[in-house]
């Protein structure tokens, strides 16, 4: 158990539809990253927060934000879904906000879009 | 050229071999160096850390870091099935973001 934990597990919902998915960090971590995994794909960097504040911004479609709430927990806000968004969508924290420690993963959240 | 370069496989080897997985990156600023097991579906997990060169081991993973030929392996002893996965590496610097290899799957055959 890395001690990142995302919710939901899994979801599935129409296209043009809104969801968020829900991340709390390692006690004690400050940073929190979303990676997209599309299947047999490798990890797509979307965005980072550090204590609150937007750190760094990798591919993250316009149609998709993200924020890091006053208790660290962050959610990540995905509307006007595509089949294409279709994917598992993964949590990580880390302690420093320089990335000069290592990562951990949450277990994912797997998004299908029918 | 992309800044980390992983041979994605497959890779198969039997039961009991040495499996020797590789990266090699571009950004001679990179410090701190990770190795990742993902099993199909489910979150990384973090093998190996290591910060700057050398070598590291922890039960049958040995991670070596070659900076000067910017080079990075992780060597896993008396291989498993059970060690079927696929296993990214990772690195970065200070004040950089984490950068990503794209994975080598491994499967191990009994």
């Known amino acids: 158990d890395s001690g990142v934990t995302q919710t939901p597990k899994h979801l599935i919902t129409a296209t043009g539809q809104r969801v968020t998915l829900r991340c709390s960090p390692r006690?004690?971590?400050?940073?929190v990253y979303w990676y997209q995994q599309s299947l047999d794909q490798g990890l797509q960097f979307l965005i980072q927060?550090?204590?609150?504040?937007?750190?760094a911004k990798g591919n993250i479609l316009e149609r998709f934000s993200a924020q890091q709430f006053p208790d660290l927990h962050s959610e990540l806000n995905l509307s006007s879904l595509e089949l294409g968004d279709s994917a598992l969508y993964f949590c990580a924290s880390s302690s420093q906000s320089n990335s000069g420690n290592t990562i951990y993963f949450g277990e994912g959240s797997w998004l299908t879009v029918v | 050229q992309k800044e980390v370069e992983q041979d994605p496989g497959p890779l198969s080897v039997p039961e009991g071999a040495i499996v020797s997985l590789n990266c090699t990156y571009s950004?001679?600023?990179?410090?701190?160096f990770m190795w990742y097991r993902q099993y199909s579906r489910k979150g990384p997990e973090l093998l190996m850390y290591t910060y700057s060169s050398g070598n590291k081991e922890d039960g049958r993973f040995t991670a070596q870091v070659d900076k000067s030929s910017k080079y990075i392996s992780l060597f896993i002893r008396d291989s498993q099935p059970s060690d079927s996965a696929t296993y990214l590496c990772a690195m970065s610097a200070a004040g950089q973001n984490f950068v990503f290899g794209p994975g080598t799957r491994l499967s191990v055959l009994p």
């Open positions: 006690s004690g971590d400050l940073s």
């Open positions: 927060y550090y204590n609150g504040e937007e750190r």
């Open positions: 950004n001679s600023a990179f410090q701190y």
